[in-house]
């Protein structure tokens, strides 16, 4: 079952427990994603995992298929589709992860 969550509470939950909550936020945000859009192999630990193991680098490949997951979801719903890959590449980049989950979970939030 996929749930709107409040972007702010995620948002403050990662900051007070120094990321943890992040790492569930990242995982469970992920597998929301896969499922809208279709992909049941699009997962989230597979992703936290290969994070991992690349030291952070697989962040970018992550953050570039979420923007194309979401805006087929979105397609698929008759909504208006907004690919935001690029901006969600950029934002990790420069580290503003945590603004990529957030508006992601914006756009999840408006499918659900």
Same mark, same amino acid.
């Given at each position: 079952m996929i749930s709107q969550r409040s972007v702010a509470f995620s948002i403050i939950l990662s900051l007070?427990?120094?990321?943890?909550? $992040?790492?569930?936020w990242?995982? !469970?945000?992920?597998?929301d994603v896969g499922k809208l859009s279709g992909d049941y192999t699009f997962t989230g630990g597979k992703h936290f995992l290969l994070t991992l193991i690349t030291c952070g680098i697989w962040s970018l !490949?992550? &953050?570039y298929q979420i923007g194309k997951h979401v805006a087929e979801a979105q397609r698929q719903r008759g909504q208006l589709v907004s690919d935001n890959s690029a901006l969600y590449v950029?934002?990790?980049?420069?580290?503003f $992860?945590? !603004?990529?989950? &957030?508006? !992601?979970?914006?756009?999840v939030?408006?499918?659900v």
């Open positions: 007070i427990t120094c990321g943890i909550y $992040g790492i569930f990242f995982i !469970v945000l992920t597998n !490949v992550w &953050a950029i934002l990790t980049i420069f580290s $992860g945590i !603004v990529t989950y &957030a508006l !992601v979970q914006s756009d939030n408006k499918m």
